[in-house]
C-alpha cells in the first residue's frame, strides 16, 4: 500500500458576490498524492487548478474561504492551522516552485544570499554547512560553476538558469511535497525539455512528491505519473497519465486531444466550440453540456458524479465514458497506427505535440 503525503477531501473554495451569493470556484474536489508520485493538474484558465495547488499549502486567496472539505498533512487539516503553525510546514514540508522565477528572485540580492537565506529559514545547518549545501544545490540543478553563479545578481542569468535556481532553493529545505505552478512558462522549447527532464531527475533521484500544475497537455505527459483534468472547478478525470492520453472517456479531454495539431496531417486541428462558463452560471446539470457533442437530455439537468472505472483505473465525471471509450477504440483501429511505448529519456529534445503524438501513435 502506498504512503500518502498528502489527502484532499471533498474541498470547496469560493467567495461571496455582491448579491450574497455563494460562488464555488472549486468543487468538492478529493484526491491523494502518494509518495514519491508526481501528479499533474491540467485545466484553462479559471478551472481552478492553481487555487487548488495554493490549498494545497494552506494557502485561500483573498477574498475566497474555505466552504467545506479538509487538506490533510500529517494527519491535520492545514487549511484551519495558524499562520505561526504554517511557517514549520511552508518551505521545509510543502514547498513551491512559482510560475515565474525572474520575478520571483530578489533582484538586489546574489543568488548565493537567496539561497542562504532558505537554508537559514528551513534547516538547522551552521554557516559552514550551508556554503557546501548552496554548491550540492546548485550542482543538483545542473548550473555550471557553482561558485560562480552563487555569487551573480538574477539579472546576470538566462530564464533557464534562473528557474534552476527557483528549483533549488524550494529543495533547500527538502520538502515531502513540491508543488510546481507553471514553471516553464516564457521558457523556449528546448529550455523547457531541460527543465522538465530535471524535475524528472528529481523526483526520482529524492523521492519527493510532486503537484505539477500547467495548461500544456505535453509537459503534463513529459513529467507526470497520473493526471488531474479540471473544468469549471472540477475534477472531470483522473487516472494514470498513458491511460488517459490513449483513452480520453472525458469529452473535455477527448476534444484537447483531438485539437493538437498533427504533423502528418495538412491543415488545422478540430477545436472545441464555446468557452468554459463562470463561476457561478451554472445551477444544474453538467458544466460541460453546452460543449459536448456526446450530450443528452439528462445531462442538462443532472450533475454526473466522479465515477471510478476499474478496467481503465480512472476516475470520470461523465454519463456517456462508455460511449466515448467505444469512439476512442474505434478512431484506433482506423487509424491503422500501432501504439507505442515511450520511455520519458525519450522526449528531452521534441516538442509537447510531438510528444503526445509520439506517446499515441
Not at 294 to 323: G, Q, W
Amino acid at each position: 500500500m502506498q504512503q500518502v503525503v498528502q489527502e484532499i477531501k471533498n474541498l470547496s473554495i469560493g467567495f461571496t458576490s455582491k448579491k450574497g451569493e455563494q460562488i464555488s470556484i472549486l468543487k468538492n474536489i478529493s484526491t491523494t498524492i502518494n509518495k514519491g508520485e508526481t501528479v499533474g493538474i491540467v485545466g484553462e484558465s479559471g478551472s481552478g487548478k492553481s487555487t487548488l495547488a495554493l490549498a494545497m499549502m494552506g494557502y485561500v486567496k483573498h477574498g475566497l474561504f474555505t466552504i467545506s472539505g479538509e487538506c490533510i498533512y500529517q494527519s491535520n487539516d492545514i487549511l484551519k492551522m495558524k499562520n505561526r503553525e504554517l511557517e514549520n510546514i511552508r518551505g521545509r514540508k510543502i514547498a513551491m516552485i512559482p510560475q515565474n522565477a525572474g520575478q520571483s528572485l530578489t533582484p538586489n540580492l546574489k543568488i548565493g544570499y537567496q539561497i542562504d537565506e532558505a537554508l537559514r529559514l528551513h534547516t538547522n545547518f551552521q554557516k559552514e554547512d550551508r556554503d557546501v549545501k548552496i554548491s550540492e544545490l546548485l550542482n543538483k540543478v545542473r548550473l555550471p560553476s557553482p561558485e560562480t553563479i552563487a555569487k551573480r545578481y538574477p539579472h546576470e542569468l538566462s530564464g533557464g538558469q534562473q528557474q534552476r535556481v527557483a528549483v533549488a532553493m524550494a529543495l533547500a529545505g527538502s520538502p515531502d511535497l513540491l508543488l510546481l505552478d507553471e514553471p516553464t512558462t516564457g521558457l523556449d522549447v528546448t529550455t523547457q525539455a531541460h527543465v522538465l527532464e530535471l524535475l524528472n531527475f528529481i523526483a526520482k533521484d529524492t523521492g519527493t512528491s510532486m503537484v505539477y500544475v500547467s495548461h500544456d497537455l505535453g509537459a503534463i505527459a513529459q513529467v507526470s505519473d497520473r493526471v488531474i483534468v479540471m473544468y469549471s472547478g472540477e475534477i472531470v478525470l483522473d487516472g494514470p497519465v498513458r491511460t488517459i492520453l490513449k483513452n480520453p472517456i472525458h469529452p473535455y479531454t477527448y476534444g484537447l486531444l483531438k485539437s493538437i495539431p498533427k504533423l502528418t496531417l495538412s491543415g488545422l486541428p478540430n477545436s472545441m466550440s464555446g468557452s468554459q462558463p463562470q463561476p457561478g452560471t451554472i445551477k444544474e446539470g453538467c458544466s460541460f453540456y453546452d460543449r459536448c457533442e456526446f450530450a443528452e437530455d439528462k445531462c442538462k439537468i443532472n450533475s454526473p458524479e466522479l465515477e471510478f472505472v476499474s478496467e481503465l483505473n480512472t476516475s470520470v465525471r461523465c454519463f456517456n465514458h462508455k460511449k466515448l471509450h467505444k469512439k476512442k477504440d474505434e478512431d484506433t483501429k482506423s487509424s491503422k497506427k500501432v501504439l507505442r511505448k515511450l520511455t520519458k529519456n525519450e522526449i528531452l529534445d521534441i516538442s509537447s505535440s510531438d510528444f503526445i503524438q509520439n506517446l499515441l501513435f
